[in-house]
Antibody, heavy 125, light 107 residues
């Protein structure tokens, strides 16, 4: 069973860089893309970006200038860096597998499953 | 970006009720619409992908359908464990976008 676990500081100062790592267990990382999604307290879900096993990334246009996502498949980890954070970046950050095959069938457009438990990152001085 | 609009934003229902949640896409997304359930303090959980395919282990009282750019999540005979917030998400176009959520509360 695939499991994901986020780790990283829970408090980041404004203007600094948020760094999180997601560790994958129960599956190889080589067959699919991996994603970061966040949820501000009491609000909805926002896709941040995804990374392929070979390191090809895609990012939300609204965050693109501040986001970098990397992958380390031998260590079974992928990471998020978000620079120049403000209070608006306070959120629960989730990592998730971006999947497009299930039960022997594959589709052109993916879904997110499973998700990590999430980690709350507060931006405050 | 494709906008996903869910209705209602919240609803109150009783155990045993039939519940319908609608998600409207701002443009065509074919059938590439997924549904997630989120309980307080927990991560979202995939319920349905590609409009109507139930994820393994999801009870058959959950179902999904579509008509044009309108998508529907139906829960027949609501159970206590179904009280949660539900999100739709389109994967047809990047960036993937989510609806704002529908909170299903106990009446």
């Amino acid at each position: 069973q695939v499991q994901l676990q986020e780790s990283g500081p829970g408090l980041v100062k404004p203007s600094e860089t948020l760094s999180l790592t997601c560790t994958v267990s129960g599956s190889s990382m080589t067959n699919t893309d991996w994603s970061w999604i966040r949820q501000p307290p009491g609000k909805g879900l926002e896709w941040i970006g995804s990374v392929s096993p070979t390191g090809i990334t895609s990012h939300s246009p609204s965050l693109e200038s501040r986001v970098s996502i990397s992958v380390d498949t031998p260590k079974k980890q992928f990471s998020l860096r978000l620079t120049s954070v403000t209070a608006a970046d306070t959120a629960v950050y989730y990592c998730a597998r971006r999947q497009d095959c299930s039960g022997g069938s594959c589709y052109s457009y993916p879904w997110f499953d499973p998700w990590g438990q999430g980690t709350l990152v507060i931006v405050s001085s | 970006d494709i906008q996903m609009t869910q209705s209602p934003s919240s609803l109150s229902a009783s155990v045993g009720d039939r519940v319908t949640i609608t998600c409207r896409a701002s443009e065509r997304i074919s059938t590439y619409l997924n549904w997630y359930q989120q309980k307080p303090g927990k991560a979202p959980k995939l319920l349905i992908y590609v409009t109507s395919i139930l994820q393994n282990g999801v009870p058959s009282r959950f179902s999904g359908s579509a008509s044009g750019t309108d998508f529907t999540l139906t829960i027949t005979s609501l159970k206590p464990e179904d009280f949660a917030t539900y999100y739709c998400q389109q994967s047809y176009s990047s960036p993937p976008t989510f609806g704002q959520g529908t909170k299903v509360e106990i009446k």
